[in-house]
C-alpha cells in the first residue's frame, strides 16, 4: 500500500469538547476543527466528519464501525483516539484501509485505580447508603447495628485483568490490608507477583469461589464479552462484592442485577454500562449498588495528560513518525 503525502498543517476534527488548553494547542498546531456544543455525534455526523479529515480524534461515545471506516474519505489517515481503550473502533477495518490508530495509554492509570480503589471501600462500608440516608434526613443517630457493612482488611481480592491498571488497584489494596489475586492472560514476571503479594490463579473460576472482592481490570474483547456472566456470579460467596471500572460489556449486566436481587452476592460497584449513558431502572432500584457516571479518569490532570498525547501522536505522524502510542502495528 502506498504511502501517502503527511499535510504539514493536517485537518483534524475533534468529536467532543476537550480541555482548554489542549483545545488551544490544538489550534496553533493544526487546522482543527472542534466541537461547539459536545454533544456525542451521530453515525450520519461521524459519515460526515470521516470525509472531512486527515486525523479524527474520536472518544469512547463514538462508535466507529467498519462500515463507517471502509466509507471514509481517502485523506484520512490517522484515527487518533482521546481514551487507552479502542474496542469502540474497528481496528480491523482501520488496518484494511490503511488508516493509523493511536490511543492514549498509561495516563489514566493512577486516576482510574484510585477510582476503583474508591469503589472497593465503598461498597463493603455501604458509604453511598449512609450518605443517602443522612441526605433524605432518615438518619436517627448512631446504633451498635446501624449501617453494617464488612471490614475489607484482610479480605482476599481477586483481580480481573492485571495490567497497567490492575497492577496500581493491587499495590493501593496491598496498603489497605487486602490479600492479591489475579487472573490475566499472561502470568507476571515473579518479581513483580513477589512486590505486589500476588497470587496467579490459571482459572478464573477457582478464584471466584476464593476471593471476598472481585475488580474488573480486563480489557474488552471477544473473549471477554460478559465473562462475568449468571454461573461465574454463582461461583462466587454470598457476602461478596464486586467492582467493574473497565467496560459495561465484560460484565452480564443482566445476570448482576438478579445476583444483586436474590443476594447472590452482597454488592457492587459500578463505574461502566453495556449501552451509556442509558441505566437500566433496574440498577437504580437496588440499595446494594454504587453507580457512577464513567468518571474513572475525571480528573483535570488526566484529561489534559490525555490530550497531550493525542498531539503527540498526532505531530509524530505529521514528521512521519511511527506514533508513539500506535495501536496497529506494521505501518510506514
Known amino acids: 500500500m502506498p504511502v501517502k503525502d503527511r499535510p504539514a498543517r493536517p485537518r483534524v476534527i475533534v468529536t467532543r469538547r476537550l480541555p482548554e488548553a489542549v483545545e488551544a494547542r490544538m489550534a496553533e498546531l493544526f487546522d482543527v476543527r472542534l466541537s461547539e456544543d459536545d454533544h456525542p455525534l451521530s453515525p450520519a455526523e461521524l459519515a460526515a466528519a470521516l470525509q472531512d479529515c486527515d486525523v479524527f480524534v474520536p472518544t469512547v461515545t463514538d462508535r466507529v464501525n467498519g462500515d463507517l471506516i471502509r466509507s471514509a474519505g481517502e485523506r484520512l489517515q490517522l484515527i487518533a483516539n482521546f481514551g487507552a481503550g479502542t474496542d469502540h473502533l474497528d481496528l480491523a477495518a482501520a488496518r484494511e484501509k490503511g488508516i493509523i490508530v493511536s490511543n492514549t495509554p498509561g495516563v489514566l492509570t493512577q486516576d482510574t485505580a484510585d477510582l476503583v480503589m474508591a469503589l472497593i471501600l465503598a461498597v463493603p462500608r455501604r458509604l453511598a447508603e449512609g450518605e ?96 462475568i456472566d449468571a454461573r461465574r456470579l454463582s461461583l462466587m460467596k454470598r457476602d461478596a462484592y464486586l467492582v467493574n471500572a473497565a467496560r459495561g460489556d465484560i460484565l452480564d449486566q443482566d445476570a448482576l442485577i438478579d445476583a444483586l436481587g436474590r443476594g447472590v452476592i452482597s454488592g457492587a460497584g459500578l463505574d461502566v454500562y453495556p449501552n451509556e449513558p442509558e441505566i437500566d431502572p433496574r440498577l437504580l432500584s437496588l440499595s446494594n449498588v454504587v453507580l457512577l457516571p464513567h468518571m474513572g479518569s475525571a480528573t483535570f490532570e488526566g484529561r489534559v495528560a490525555m490530550g497531550d498525547k493525542v498531539i503527540a501522536n498526532i505531530r509524530a505522524w505529521v514528521d512521519g513518525h511511527r506514533p508513539p502510542d500506535q495501536v496497529l502495528e506494521g505501518w510506514a
Not at 481477586?158 to 493501593?172: C, E, K, S
Open 132 to 227: 443517602k440516608l443522612l441526605r433524605a434526613g432518615q438518619w436517627t443517630g448512631w446504633s451498635p447495628t446501624g449501617l453494617q457493612g464488612h471490614s475489607v482488611t484482610g479480605k482476599k481480592l481477586g483481580i480481573f485483568g492485571m495490567g497497567r491498571i490492575g497492577r496500581a488497584v493491587a499495590a493501593r489494596a496491598r496498603a489497605c490490608g487486602l490479600s492479591i489475586h489475579y487472573h490475566n492472560r499472561r502470568r507476571l514476571p515473579e518479581g513483580v507477583e513477589q512486590e505486589l503479594g500476588a497470587r496467579y490463579w490459571p482459572e478464573l473460576d477457582a478464584m471466584l469461589a476464593e476471593v471476598n472482592i472481585l475488580t474488573i481490570n480486563s480489557p474488552h474483547t471477544s473473549q471477554t464479552h460478559d465473562a
